[in-house]
Structure formats: C-alpha cells, structure tokens
C-alpha cells in the first residue's frame, strides 16, 4: 500500500529565466478571421472643420451674399505631440501597456476620402466572427484577453517565451482593459402573456399581453430624482442612480400615459394605480415575425432576449411630440409622447451633443432590458407548451466603461495560441499613490463631442509630467481607472450600430470609436428579422438555446441582468478591434509571423517532480514505530544486562537438539560454553526411543539392577527394555 502515495506534479522550479518572446498564431476562429495588419497612419475627423493643430485649405469665392468654397484639403493627422505624449507614456508606464494607438479595427477596408490629402483611410468592416459569451472564461484571441466572468477586454499582442519548455512556463505582465460597469434597476412592472397553438400554426403565439405593476407605479416615490445630482465625471459618477432616474421617470410618464397620474413630475400627489394589471394589450399590436417600423408596434419575444435604448416603446400610439398627439385615439390625456422618453434617456446618458469633450464628458449607456420570459404555471422555462402562462421582467440599466491596468497570470504549454492559458486576472496593486497610472484626457474647449471624441490613455505613472505645450490641451487624473469620455447618441438609436462611424468619413481611431459604438448593440438586442436588429451575432438568444437559457439564469434579479449587458458589450467589443502592442517588435505590422525578440522577460519554467501522498504512509509509519520500540527496549535491556550477543549465542546454543539433551541429562554443563561442552558433553553418546532418552551408563546400570533383584516378570519386561535401549545404542554406534 505505501508505494500508492506516489505521483508525479508539475510545478515552478523556483528560479527565474530572462528570456525574449516570439510571436503566436492564433489557429481558432478569431485567427482565421482577423486579416493582416496594415500600416496606415490613424487619421482624425472634426466633422467640417480642421481638428486643433491641423489645417484646412480652400478655394473660396464670393457670389453675392454668400461665400462659396471648393478644393476642400483637410489634414486628417494626429499632431506628433499628442501621439507622442500617449503613446510614450503608456511605454514609460509598463511595455505591455497599450495606447489608444495600439488598436486597430478586427475587420476593415480601405475607403476613400475626397478631402484628406492622402485620398483613403481605414474604415471598419465589422463582421462576426464568433461568440464567446456561452463558456464563462477568460479567453485568449487574436490580439485580445476577454473576459466572459465579468465582462471586458485587454489587449495584447500575444507572444510566448521563445524557448519550448517540455513542461510549460509562467509569467505576469500588466494589460490594460477596457471593462464596462453596468448597474440595473428593477421597474417592478412585468408583462404577462399566455401562448396559444391556433389551428394551423406552427409555432405558439403570444397572446392576452398584459402590463403588471407590481409596485412600480403604485409604490412610486412621491420624490423626483434629480439627474443633476450625479453628474457625468470621474469621482461623482453613479450610474445606478442614474438607472433609477430612468426607471422613475419611466415609470412616471406610463402612469400619466394611462391617466393614473398627473403631468408634473415635480408635483407627484396623485396615484391611482393599483397592484396588479395596468392594460391589456390587443393581440394584433404585438409578436409580429416580421419587420416592422410603425410605431404602434411593440414585439414581446417567448424564445428571445431583448433590449432597447427608446424608453417607453411598448405604449401605443405615442406621439412623436404632444402636439402630434391625435385626439381620436382613446387614453394619453396629457399627451405624454416620444420627446419625453428621449429626454429620460438623454438625461440618464448626461452627456448632449453639444458638449464640451473633456475628461467630465462621461460616456454613459442607458435602456430597458427586457429578461428572458420564465413560466408562472411551474412548467420548464425551456418547454413552450400550448395555454401555458409566461412573464418578462423589466430592468432600467444603465453603462460606464473603464480603462483599468490588471496583472495577468500567463500559464503556456503548447505549440500555438490554445496553449497560452490565463491563470489569474486581477487589478494591479500599487504601493503608493508615486506608483498609481496617470491618465490623461484631451481637452478641447471649442468644439462640440458630437464632432469629435478626446484622445485619452496613461501618460505616466502618478509623479509623470505634461509637456509645456499640451498643458492647456489636456487634463489629468492619478487613479487606478478612468471612466471612458464619449456620448451615446439617443438620437439615432435605429441605425445601424457602426454606420455612425462608416459615416464619419476619414477617421481612423478605433481606440476612441469602438467601446462608445459597441454600446448601442449592447442596448438594443433584437432577434433576427425584428425591427433594431443590426445584422450581427444574435444575442438574443433566439437561434442559440444555450445563450437563451443562460439569459434566463441572469434574468432574475437586477444585479445578475446587469452581467447581460457587460457580457454582450464584452463580445461584440471582442469581434470589434484587435490589440497590436505586445513584447515582439511589430514594427510591420504584420499579423503572421515568427520573428522573436525585443526585451527579456522574467519568466518561471515548470519542471516535473515526484511526491508523495501522506496517508498511504501510516501503515509504514506504525511498523516503524513497532520497530523503534522494540530496539529502544533491546538497547535498555542490553545496557541492563538483561540480554546481548552473548546471551543471544548462549540462548541460541541451548536451543540446539544436543544442547537441549545434554541439558537434560547432564544438568551440570548448562553453563558451559561451547568450546568447553563440545570437548566434554558432546562426545558423550544417547539413545533416543519412544521411551525415552539413555545412555551407556544408564544401561549397564540397569542391566545390573535386572540381576540382583526383581520377580521374574520385571526381569522378562527389562530384558526386553535393555534389549531395545541395546539395540539403539548399537545402532547410534554403527553410524
């Protein structure tokens, strides 16, 4: 049993080798599907003006009153002093540590631009190619480390140490992420339906939809949140009030739209509603399988998950402005239209278009997520049964995005990219504020963030310094993070989510565009064929039931909904942009390759070592213990006197066949050593007989008895006695 415990481990040796790196290929769908990089100089758009630094050249010419210009040339470049200043300092900071001018667009093609005096520019080409949110991991693709746990992405030009260890290595470097932070706010009114399986369909269909308040609207606080409260910002930002500002204002407006309230929101005294149902809805407004704008339209989905920037779309005939109100539609009294619901959610966003880009300009994502519908009859929620009865739950949610630097636990044993595993994803720790990042924001104080989104990235560590002559143009901040500027556009929540920057011709930042474009899709999730779907992956689990049913397990509760958004972000944010930047030289910029080199990195080897497991060891350790007790007691009794090698050959001696009769006979040599009993005792002759044990002397000694005395029957019995004791004697003798 005890060679049981043994068994081999692979672990760090202990020492740590420098070594240089070599570029990776990635053999997984992300690989195959991210093309080669390519080496064109990132330009910059200002809509019909010059960004700052740059110029614009234009053949003007006056035609009465108006000024009429032609040959427009704008320079779409980068100043060298911002590029440096992000670039360099993200360097300085930590080598693996990128910049907003180490992501590229996943996807791209090269487009024309009519005004740049270069002619083209890259423009992005977005195109699913996988999706990872269904295996709750951390990933490693093609130029990025996502995180499908908590939601958010790093990036990294993946690169492992150039020697082959037969037994892996290990490493940590520090990758900045970009990770979205989403809080949810339950609207406590739910929409309840029953499916019915009419003759002649193949599908159940939604019926008897009804909107539930289950204390959303009667249990409304008679307080208005102000959004005012919790500006857009770095240290004052709190977007779960600001999900609470949208959930109540909501609220609110679909109260006053089925007249249980009136119109101020500042003075709430009356409350009409009651618990329970709100409205039903007609059949025929709802569930149509087909695209459809008109606006009386509102779609509730049994096998799918969506979500939607437009508050207040599941009211009917709501009007596009209270004067458009039409007056022979029965309900709204107060004209609660559209233009209310889009202030709700440009007062949750709390960036407008006209805005100042600074660091305060917050990107802030706001919408309704609309849960997986789970059944209120006990039945499975996977299981669409005819006549069943089913609710959806409503959340009110709201999104930051944070720039953060973690330490990463590299583990790699393999020949490519599957090899290359993370083992531990955490936060960097900083042990003083000297050691905190310094990130920057760049600050442009007379343009609109409609026309153009700040630089932002780490320009240093906390005690790093802005050149002269960018003080004025940028703002700094020493902190573990920085909320990402930028605006969710609430005016174009229909378009398609990247034909904002398809159309923003000549710009080609994808480190500023990408997370403020991904949020859109993360807000308006839409099965395929309905109105808002974008063409991309289908996140609302509609053609994927594993998606679905784990939509379902996050649906519960407003904290778990939450993760729904991230993890949506996190994918089409992965599918989105590639991270360039890693410990090999990609001066070129080319995706394939083997070159290796450029800095040494502390690495630790793994080596292969055999153990042992303990408890298969107590047999062993209870026979040593026997064992060590007995030669403890050997050794006390032999300092004693009580025992020894001489008294062990002694003890041995009379143990002997001979020794043992001798003793018997000749009780005198039983002290006699060997030497001395052999020359003595054993000479001497026996004989041995079932009846006992003579000698010689014993038979003439009995033989002489025999004579003298006795009947005649004891002389007949000894003679036969003697003759046998004679016979043996005769017999030892002969041999």
Same mark, same amino acid.
């Given at each position: 049993?005890?060679?049981?415990?043994?068994?081999?481990?692979?672990?760090?040796?202990? %020492?740590?080798?420098?070594?240089?790196?070599?570029? &990776?290929? $990635? !053999?997984? *769908?992300? +690989?195959? @599907?991210?093309?080669?990089? /390519?080496?064109?100089?990132?330009?910059?758009?200002?809509?019909?003006?010059?960004?700052?630094?740059?110029?614009?050249?234009?053949?003007?010419?006056?035609?009465?009153?108006?000024?009429?210009?032609?040959?427009?040339?704008?320079?779409?470049?980068?100043?060298?002093?911002?590029?440096?200043?992000?670039?360099?300092?993200?360097?300085?900071?930590?080598?693996?540590?990128?910049?907003?001018?180490?992501?590229?667009?996943?996807?791209?093609?090269?487009?024309?631009?009519?005004?740049?005096?270069?002619?083209?520019?890259?423009?992005?080409?977005?195109?699913?190619?996988?999706?990872?949110?269904?295996? %709750?991991?951390?990933?490693?693709?093609?130029?990025? &480390?996502? $995180? !499908?746990? *908590?939601? +958010?992405? @790093?990036?990294?030009?993946? /690169?492992?140490?150039?020697?082959?260890?037969?037994?892996?290595?290990?490493?940590?470097?520090?990758?900045?992420?970009?990770?979205?932070?989403?809080?949810?706010?339950?609207?406590?009114?739910?929409?309840?339906?029953?499916?019915?399986?009419?003759?002649?369909?193949?599908?159940?269909?939604?019926?008897?939809?009804?909107?539930?308040?289950?204390?959303?609207?009667?249990?409304?606080?008679?307080?208005?949140?102000?959004?005012?409260?919790?500006?857009?910002?770095?240290?004052?930002?709190?977007?779960?009030?600001?999900?609470?500002?949208a959930a109540w204002m909501s609220n609110f407006l679909t109260m006053a739209f089925f007249n249980l309230t009136d119109r101020n929101p500042k003075n709430f005294t009356r409350n009409d509603a009651k618990l329970g149902l709100i409205s039903q809805t007609n059949s025929t407004?709802?569930?149509?399988?087909?695209?459809?704008?008109?606006?009386?339209?509102?779609?509730?989905?049994?096998?799918?998950?969506?979500?939607?920037?437009?508050?207040?779309?599941?009211?009917?005939?709501?009007?596009?402005?209270?004067?458009?109100?039409?007056?022979?539609?029965?309900?709204?009294?107060?004209?609660?239209?559209?233009?209310?619901?889009?202030?709700?959610?440009?007062?949750?966003?709390?960036?407008?278009?006209?805005?100042?880009?600074?660091?305060?300009?917050?990107?802030?994502?706001?919408?309704?997520?609309?849960?997986?519908?789970?059944?209120?009859?006990?039945?499975?929620?996977?299981?669409?049964?005819?006549?069943?009865?089913?609710?959806?739950?409503?959340?009110?949610?709201?999104?930051?995005?944070?720039?953060?630097?973690?330490?990463?636990?590299?583990?790699?044993?393999?020949?490519?990219?599957?090899?290359?595993?993370?083992?531990?994803?955490?936060?960097?720790?900083?042990?003083?504020?000297?050691?905190?990042?310094?990130?920057?924001?760049?600050?442009?104080?007379?343009?609109?963030?409609?026309?153009?989104?700040?630089?932002?990235?780490?320009?240093?560590?906390?005690?790093?310094?802005?050149?002269?002559?960018?003080?004025?143009?940028?703002?700094?901040?020493?902190h573990e993070s920085l909320f990402l500027p930028g605006m969710s556009n609430v005016y174009s929540l229909t378009e398609n989510s990247f034909s904002q920057s398809a159309t923003k011709i000549g710009q080609y930042l994808p480190g500023i565009n990408f997370y403020t474009q991904?949020?859109?899709?993360?807000?308006?999730?839409?099965?395929?064929?309905?109105?808002?779907?974008?063409?991309?992956?289908?996140?609302?689990?509609?053609?994927?039931?594993?998606?679905?049913?784990?939509?379902?397990?996050?649906?519960?509760?407003?904290?778990?909904?939450?993760?729904?958004?991230?993890?949506?972000?996190?994918?089409?944010?992965?599918?989105?942009?590639?991270?360039?930047?890693?410990?090999?030289?990609?001066?070129?910029?080319?995706?394939?390759?083997?070159?290796?080199?450029?800095?040494?990195?502390?690495?630790?080897?793994?080596?292969?070592?055999?153990?042992?497991?303990?408890?298969?060891?107590?047999?062993?350790?209870?026979?040593?213990?026997?064992?060590?007790?007995?030669?403890?007691?050997?050794?006390?009794?032999?300092?004693?006197?009580?025992?020894?090698?001489?008294?062990?050959?002694?003890?041995?001696?009379?143990?002997?066949?001979?020794?043992?009769?001798?003793?018997?006979?000749?009780?005198?040599?039983?002290?006699?050593?060997?030497?001395?009993?052999?020359?003595?005792?054993?000479?001497?002759?026996?004989?041995?007989?079932?009846?006992?044990?003579?000698?010689?002397?014993?038979?003439?000694?009995?033989?002489?008895?025999?004579?003298?005395?006795?009947?005649?029957?004891?002389?007949?019995?000894?003679?036969?006695?003697?003759?046998?004791?004679?016979?043996?004697?005769?017999?030892?003798?002969?041999?």
């Amino acid at each position: 049993m005890t060679p049981l415990g043994l068994y081999d481990v692979v672990e760090p040796l202990g %020492s740590v080798n420098l070594e240089q790196f070599r570029f &990776i290929n $990635d !053999t997984s *769908a992300f +690989g195959y @599907g991210t093309p080669p990089r /390519s080496a064109a100089p990132f330009t910059r758009s200002c809509g019909n003006a010059a960004c700052p630094g740059l110029t614009m050249n234009q053949t003007c010419t006056q035609k009465g009153l108006a000024q009429v210009c032609n040959n427009t040339i704008i320079d779409r470049s980068i100043p060298s002093p911002l590029v440096n200043l992000f670039r360099d300092g993200a360097k300085q900071f930590a080598k693996p540590v990128s910049s907003v001018f180490d992501i590229q667009w996943r996807a791209y093609l090269n487009a024309t631009d009519s005004f740049s005096p270069v002619g083209w520019y890259i423009k992005s080409a977005y195109r699913q190619i996988s999706m990872l949110i269904p295996e %709750s991991k951390v990933h490693v693709v093609e130029g990025l &480390i996502v $995180d !499908t746990e *908590a939601g +958010g992405i @790093g990036f990294r030009r993946h /690169s492992v140490p150039g020697p082959l260890h037969e037994y892996g290595s290990e490493w940590t470097e520090d990758i900045l992420f970009i990770e979205p932070e989403t809080k949810c706010v339950d609207m406590n009114v739910t929409f309840d339906f029953t499916l019915r399986l009419d003759d002649g369909s193949a599908q159940p269909q939604v019926k008897s939809l009804a909107l539930i308040d289950h204390g959303g609207f009667s249990n409304l606080s008679r307080t208005m949140p102000s959004p005012g409260i919790y500006p857009n910002g770095q240290s004052e930002l709190d977007i779960r009030e600001k999900a609470y500002y949208a959930a109540w204002m909501s609220n609110f407006l679909t109260m006053a739209f089925f007249n249980l309230t009136d119109r101020n929101p500042k003075n709430f005294t009356r409350n009409d509603a009651k618990l329970g149902l709100i409205s039903q809805t007609n059949s025929t407004q709802v569930n149509q399988t087909s695209a459809d704008d008109r606006s009386n339209i509102f779609a509730i989905e049994y096998q799918s998950l969506r979500s939607s920037s437009t508050f207040g779309e599941y009211l009917a005939d709501l009007p596009a402005t209270p004067s458009e109100r039409n007056k022979t539609v029965k309900g709204n009294p107060f004209a609660v239209s559209k233009r209310d619901f889009y202030s709700v959610a440009l007062s949750c966003t709390g960036v407008t278009p006209n805005d100042l880009p600074n660091m305060n300009s917050t990107l802030v994502g706001c919408g309704l997520l609309y849960g997986a519908a789970r059944r209120t009859d006990n039945g499975s929620n996977l299981i669409p049964d005819p006549d069943s009865k089913w609710t959806i739950p409503i959340y009110s949610c709201a999104s930051a995005f944070r720039a953060v630097v973690k330490t990463v636990r590299f583990r790699y044993n393999g020949t490519n990219l599957d090899g290359l595993q993370v083992t531990q994803l955490k936060p960097k720790s900083y042990a003083n504020a000297a050691s905190l990042p310094q990130w920057a924001v760049e600050n442009i104080g007379d343009m609109a963030i409609n026309d153009i989104q700040p630089l932002w990235g780490i320009i240093g560590t906390g005690n790093a310094s802005v050149p002269d002559d960018l003080k004025s143009n940028v703002s700094t901040l020493t902190h573990e993070s920085l909320f990402l500027p930028g605006m969710s556009n609430v005016y174009s929540l229909t378009e398609n989510s990247f034909s904002q920057s398809a159309t923003k011709i000549g710009q080609y930042l994808p480190g500023i565009n990408f997370y403020t474009q991904a949020v859109f899709n993360a807000y308006n999730i839409a099965r395929p064929g309905r109105t808002g779907y974008s063409g991309f992956g289908d996140y609302s689990g509609r053609t994927a039931l594993a998606l679905y049913r784990k939509w379902m397990e996050l649906s519960t509760s407003a904290s778990s909904a939450a993760n729904i958004i991230n993890l949506v972000w996190t994918d089409v944010a992965a599918n989105t942009v590639v991270g360039t930047k890693g410990w090999v030289s990609d001066d070129a910029l080319q995706k394939r390759g083997t070159e290796s080199g450029g800095d040494r990195v502390p690495v630790i080897v793994y080596h292969k070592r055999v153990q042992y497991k303990i408890p298969f060891a107590i047999p062993a350790f209870i026979v040593i213990a026997v064992m060590v007790a007995l030669f403890a007691s050997t050794v006390s009794l032999s300092i004693m006197g009580k025992t020894g090698t001489g008294k062990l050959r002694r003890f041995l001696d009379t143990m002997s066949t001979g020794r043992t009769i001798g003793i018997f006979l000749w009780p005198e040599s039983t002290d006699l050593r060997t030497d001395a009993w052999v020359k003595t005792v054993g000479k001497r002759k026996v004989a041995a007989s079932r009846e006992g044990v003579f000698t010689p002397d014993d038979f003439s000694s009995e033989r002489e008895q025999n004579g003298s005395d006795g009947s005649r029957d004891q002389r007949s019995t000894e003679k036969s006695t003697i003759a046998v004791q004679q016979g043996l004697l005769d017999k030892t003798a002969r041999d």
